[in-house]
Each structure stands twice: as C-alpha cells, then as structure tokens.
C-alpha cells in the first residue's frame, strides 16, 4: 500500500497530481505567499558581513578585505584609518575609502593598479570585514584595546569588561567621543567624560552611561613623576589621582624614603618649560624642612622629576639636571 501511495494519489498517477499542484501554485491568491522574510531574518542579514556588491559605505576604522584578481601579493585585509585613508603596497599614495561605497572603491583601485601599470586588467573585490559603524573603539589604558561590535544596547562598564579592564597607569576618567547613531538618540553632547573612580565604586546608572554603535572610548594614561637619586627605589609612579596631582612626600614614600647619605637641603624638582635654557626649570626644595613640617608639601605635576642628590656628590649638583634627565629617561624607558 504504502508503494502505490508513493506513485498515486487516490488513483491519481503521480504526474498529473505534480501537475495539479503546480498548477494550483500559480492560481492562488496572492494572500496566501508570504511576501516578505520574516523581520529576524532581517535582523540577521544586517549582521552579516556586506558582500562587494553591496551599497554599503566605508568608515574609518573600518577593516576591508580587499581580493584582487591573481594578485595575492597585495590581496588581504587591510584598516582604514582615523583619517579615512589606506595605504596599499606599490601604490605611493594613500587612498580615502571612507565616505564611499565598496563598490566604488573595488572600482578605485583598479584604476590605480591600472594607471601606474602595476596590473593591466584589474578586477578587485572588497568587503567589510569589519565596521565601525556597528562596533566601538576603546584605546587607551585598557588592557585589550581595540574595536568591539556592538548589536543593541551597550554601557560603559560592559565595553571595560570586554577590554579586559584597566591598566595600572590608567587616569580616572574616560572620554567618549559620540558617533551618529548617539547624536541621533538625543545625546546631548558630542564628547561626554566619565569619572570612573565614581563609576567603578558606585556602579550608579548615571556614570555607567549608555554606549552607541559608532561612538570612540578613550581612557587617558594617568601622569608619571619620576623619583631619582640617592633614593632606595628609583622609578616611575603614577599619579592615581587625576587633576590632584602628588605631594613630594607622597613620591618620597613611594620610592621607599631616601637613603641615609641624600643631601636633602639641595633637594630640586625639574619641570618642562619651553622658556627656560634646555627647556627645563629647577626648582629647589629644602626637604629636610619638609619632612620635619616646617615647610608646605608642594605638588608635583605629571612628567616631573623629583631629584635628591647625594652628599657623596654634591661636586656634581652642576650636572645634576643632565643626570636627573637622564636617570628619568631610563626609568622611563625600562619602566614596568
């Protein structure tokens, strides 16, 4: 029985029941087919990767994979800067994909590869590998910067998590530079700064601010004042702080005090100063009043370098500034 089925229907042969169905395919009302994908299948195609023959318009920080025809030397992937340009392997010039459509790009490379005589027929596909404008940038003092897609509804602290958190150098603030998509949801403002001393104690919704596809989140490094001389731990510390700065006992305290042979009276700070000679200013500290409470703690500001000479070379305080310039730069350089 269940042979006959299979080539009749109710006694009809099998081709005439095809037929019918057919037939009756092409008569039914319009009601009956579905006329559009179903609204998450819409969803889904947006994420997808834009093919070549796409309208789809270039960004910066965009990542395009760029195959030309027979070339593989120069087909691979390759960032569109902040700037909007890339720069291609023999092509001396940097292009500017962003504003434009992949098509039209594919189109623009092979007339350069044409016209400086690199390939005679150039056929180049380009596709977005991946988008700005559906992701957000982190840089800065994260532990893992770079660009995050991003689909649907977002905060600061999720993109910190994704970046894997921050540095030990990094300031107490993040600056978001907003994209077209924030603007467009009524953000007031087109840079906003977070504090995230408060966001990260209080974890409260109005510092964990909401983030865009498009937007760019920045997180400073915090500044560095440099302890050298006759001090028993010589480096490089950060200012946790940002905008308060740190006190010359603090900086002391955290190189592990000074040793017993520091001639303190002839303690001097050195700070930047494009009007002094060599660009560098002295400033001389009494630390010994300091330490006792008999003289204000000054501030330091970042990139400042606190120098205590020692006693055994008080003969060399002329050279001290060369010297302090020069032990910063190394505690700068082999820093951790």
């Given amino acids: 029985m269940s042979g006959r089925l299979c080539l009749y229907f109710f006694g009809v042969p099998s081709s005439l029941f095809l037929s019918l169905i057919a037939a009756y395919g092409q008569s039914a009302s319009p009601a009956h087919v579905p006329s559009a994908a ?73 007339k350069e590869l044409h016209d400086r005589g690199l390939v005679t027929d150039a056929k180049v596909l380009t596709s ?27 905060t600061l602290l999720d993109i910190l998590s994704q970046a894997e958190g921050l540095t030990d150098d990094a300031s107490n603030i993040a600056i978001i530079s907003r994209g077209e998509v924030a603007l467009q949801s009524g953000t007031p403002s087109r840079n906003e700064t977070v504090d995230l001393t408060k966001l990260l104690e209080s974890g409260k919704a109005e510092y964990n601010v909401k983030i865009y596809s498009g937007d760019r989140i920045t997180i400073p490094r915090a500044g560095i004042v440099y302890v050298v001389g006759a001090v028993n731990k010589p480096g490089g510390y950060t200012i946790k702080s940002s905008g308060q700065g740190m006190t010359v006992l603090q900086a002391i305290a955290l190189a592990e005090d000074i040793k017993s042979t520091a001639k303190r009276d002839k303690t001097v700070v050195i700070r930047g100063d494009p009007t002094a000679p060599g660009g560098h200013r ?16 000054p501030v330091l500001q970042a990139n400042d370098i606190l120098f205590v000479p020692d006693s055994e070379g008080v003969k060399a305080l002329h050279h001290g500034l060369e010297a302090a310039l020069q032990a910063a730069t190394l505690v700068a350089v082999y820093r951790p």
Wanted: glycine share 6%; charged share 20%; net charge negative.
């Fill in 282 to 297: 002295q400033t001389p500290l009494d630390l010994k009043k300091i330490l006792a409470g008999k003289s204000p703690d």
């Fill in 38 to 110: 179903p609204a998450w299948s819409a969803a889904f195609e947006t994420r997808t990767t834009p093919g070549p023959d796409t309208d789809t318009v270039i960004h910066p920080d965009d990542v395009l994979d760029i195959n030309i025809l027979d070339v593989p030397e120069l087909s691979r992937q390759y960032r569109v800067s902040p700037a909007g340009t890339v720069l291609l392997p023999l092509v001396p010039v940097p292009l500017h994909p962003a504003g434009m459509r992949v098509t039209d790009f594919s189109a623009l490379v092979a």
């Fill in 128 to 154: 977005i590998a991946s988008s700005r404008a559906e992701s957000v940038a982190i840089t800065g003092a994260v532990k893992l910067p770079q660009i995050y897609p991003v689909f649907g509804e977002t």
